[in-house]
């Protein structure tokens, strides 16, 4: 059998716990497609030109934990603007989103685009304060000097790149439903999660 979720949301909002929590309970396998623009931003950062970074993508690469980094989530956003780019990614995303045993990929234009008839689609937010702070303390692992306000001025420039680009933009889905996990814990955005989608079944 094949059955697609599509999550999409913006930074930090809560897609990737989601994501990962949801394929754990339904036995999907899970794709980050954050992480393929990462990768490009990565090698992209490097000098390398970003239409032959996509297409050269390797799985191995994918694992580096260099591709978190703050300035990683940037040039990831810039080269996700590139409709090339995005193009390179597409059929491994829309093969990934059909295998057999069904799928969740989490991202920004996995309901509108890559997904469009997946049988379930879930678009996350979450505040700009609560989604910086999440996202402040993962890095300060990495980085012990980043401040909050740099974090969420990051994840506002990004916002704003990924909502503004006419390739793809960060929107969702007409008929995705909508978690705003501001003030839930964990937990209980992961049942509202499940529900929806056991709904879909
Ligand atoms: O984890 P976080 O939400 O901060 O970002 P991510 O999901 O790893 O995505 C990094 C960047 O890749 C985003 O800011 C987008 O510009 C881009 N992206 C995209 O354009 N389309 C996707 N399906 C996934 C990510």
């Known amino acids: 059998m094949t059955f697609t979720v599509a999550i999409d949301g913006p930074a930090a909002s809560g ?5 990962r929590a949801v394929a754990a309970h339904f036995g999907f396998a899970h ?20 239409l032959n970074a996509a297409e050269n993508l390797v799985a191995e690469e994918l694992k580096n934990p260099e591709l978190r980094g703050a300035a990683v989530s940037q040039w990831a956003s810039k080269v996700a603007v590139l409709p090339e780019v995005r193009a390179a990614l597409l059929d491994f995303q829309r093969a990934f ?20 008839a997946a049988e379930a ?32 001025s990051d994840l506002r420039e990004r916002d704003r790149r990924d909502s503004e680009r006419s390739a793809a933009p960060l929107v969702p889905a007409d008929d995705a439903i909508l978690i705003d996990t501001s003030d839930m814990s964990i937990d209980a955005a992961v049942a509202a999660a499940i529900a929806a989608i056991a709904n879909r079944q």
């Open 15 to 19: 897609k990737g716990t989601i994501a």
């Open 31 to 50: 794709l980050d497609t954050g992480l393929l623009y990462r990768g490009v931003g990565f090698r992209v950062m490097q000098g390398e030109d970003p």
């Open 97 to 116: 989103a059909r295998r057999l045993g069904g799928a969740v990929l989490d991202g920004r234009d996995i309901g509108t685009v890559i997904c469009p």
């Open 121 to 152: 689609k879930l678009f996350v937010t979450a505040s700009d304060a609560t989604r910086a702070r999440r996202r402040h303390k993962e890095l300060l692992d990495h980085d012990p000097d980043i401040t909050f306000d740099t974090v969420l």
